[in-house]
T-cell receptor, first 113, second 113 residues
Framework: DAKTTQPTSMDCAEGRAANLPCNHS???????VYWYRQIHSQGPQYIIHGLKNNETNEMASLIITEDRKSSTLILPHATLRDTAVYYCIVSSTFKAAGNKLTFGGGTRVLVKP | DTAVSQTPKYLVTQMGNDKSIKCEQNLGHDTMYWYKQDSKKFLKIMFSYNNKELIINETVPNRFSPKSPDKAHLNLHINSLELGDSAVYFCASSPRDRGNTIYFGEGSWLTVV
């Protein structure tokens, strides 16, 4: 699976949009971009994933560049409960078994009042 | 209802003891996992089972033995516990058709003294 690079940490203001960047310049054609987050003392939580089109769900939006070498996770209206470590992961998917998502260091996001 | 539940949540035990962590998922998923998160917060996969069959076995000491009595349960047995085994252990599961959309439990905090 391709490697990803994320900023170590970032702050954002409550109520504002939080834009979390991720670089994945070695992504291959069959690899998806996944985002997970881990709130303190909890298990990781799936947020969203995409291949090449932008995606949106009730939690966030995912913007993938046309060359697919980078992406941005957008939390449209950050709340204090969004404070967490956010992981960007690239992996081929839809394998019935044998998936082993590789979690890197992630971005520690602190939402401030 | 908790989707992926694991017990115990906290476990403090002495070196050399044998302990087990139990995991159950009520999502009807085919694949289950054990991940380990160490003190540096890196999350690494240990094992993966698909329909009770071992699929992934990362480089883990053979003191760690997973057991899957059925596809809804994946227990982790640890023999001869060592100080370095202290970590948070997360159980997880994923559906057959979306293997990288993984649902994690809340974690089991193991402290070996």
């Amino acid at each position: 699976d391709a490697k990803t690079t994320q900023p170590t940490s970032m702050d954002c203001a409550e109520g504002r949009a939080a834009n979390l960047p991720c670089n994945h310049s070695t992504i291959s054609g069959n690899e998806y971009v996944y985002w997970y987050r881990q709130i303190h003392s909890q298990g990781p939580q799936y947020i969203i994933h995409g291949l090449k089109n932008n995606e949106t769900n009730e939690m966030a939006s995912l913007i993938i560049t046309e060359d697919r070498k980078s992406s941005t996770l957008i939390l449209p209206h950050a709340t204090l409960r969004d404070t967490a470590v956010y992981y960007c992961i690239v992996s081929s998917t839809f394998k019935a078994a044998g998936n082993k998502l590789t979690f890197g260091g992630g971005t520690r996001v602190l939402v401030k009042p | 209802d908790t989707a992926v539940s694991q017990t115990p949540k906290y476990l403090v035990t002495q070196m050399g003891n044998d302990k087990s962590i139990k995991c159950e998922q009520n999502l009807g998923h085919d694949t289950m996992y054990w991940y380990k998160q160490d003190s540096k917060k890196f999350l690494k996969i240990m094992f993966s089972y698909n329909n009770k069959e071992l699929i992934i076995n990362e480089t883990v000491p053979n003191r760690f033995s997973p057991k899957s009595p059925d596809k809804a349960h994946l227990n982790l047995h640890i023999n001869s516990l060592e100080l370095g085994d202290s970590a948070v252990y997360f159980c997880a599961s994923s559906p057959r058709d979306r293997g990288n959309t993984i649902y994690f439990g809340e974690g089991s905090w193991l402290t070996v003294v």
